[in-house]
């Protein structure tokens, strides 16, 4: 047993501090603005239907994380972050009222080991109500369908 503990060791402490290193930083409309004019990718994991409702935020990238009928293929999704940022890259997640996001930021800090994940905790009801810029989602929504990756 105690053989077992020690080999074990490295494995539980790296796992240990991947967690520790794992952030989730809820933001506000000032902040997510800093972060996407920093450079920061923002992405919106809303469904189409939503995007068009509302507009978008300028430069973010449409990837829906839920179907219309709650149901989710995270691996699936993660295969289409990781163009976008890196698990040692800060990204933005942003929904429709931050509900959503708040259990896509978890997944990215805790299971996917993205280190910091930022979640804007109004969405882009908060976004819109503050008079922020959105901007139209169907010539965005065309791109990234021809390129597979919305």
Do not use: H
């Amino acid at each position: 047993m105690r053989r077992l503990l020690i080999a074990c060791l490295p494995a539980c402490l790296a796992i240990a501090a991947q967690i520790a290193r794992a952030e989730v930083i809820d933001i506000d409309n000032a902040e997510l603005q800093r972060l996407s004019q920093g450079g920061v990718p923002v992405i919106d994991i809303r469904l189409q239907s939503e995007w068009e409702e509302t507009g978008i935020v300028a430069g973010s990238t449409l990837l829906t994380f839920f179907d219309e009928r709650g149901k989710a293929d995270p691996a699936a999704w993660l295969e289409k972050v990781k163009p976008l940022a890196g698990p040692n890259q800060p990204v933005v997640v942003i929904c429709r009222s931050g509900n959503r996001t708040k259990a896509v930021s978890q997944f990215l800090s805790q299971q996917a080991g993205y280190a910091t994940v930022y979640n804007v905790k109004q969405g882009i009801k908060g976004w819109i109500a503050a008079g922020a810029p959105v901007v139209a989602a169907k010539p965005v929504i065309a791109s990234c369908k021809a390129a597979k990756t919305c």
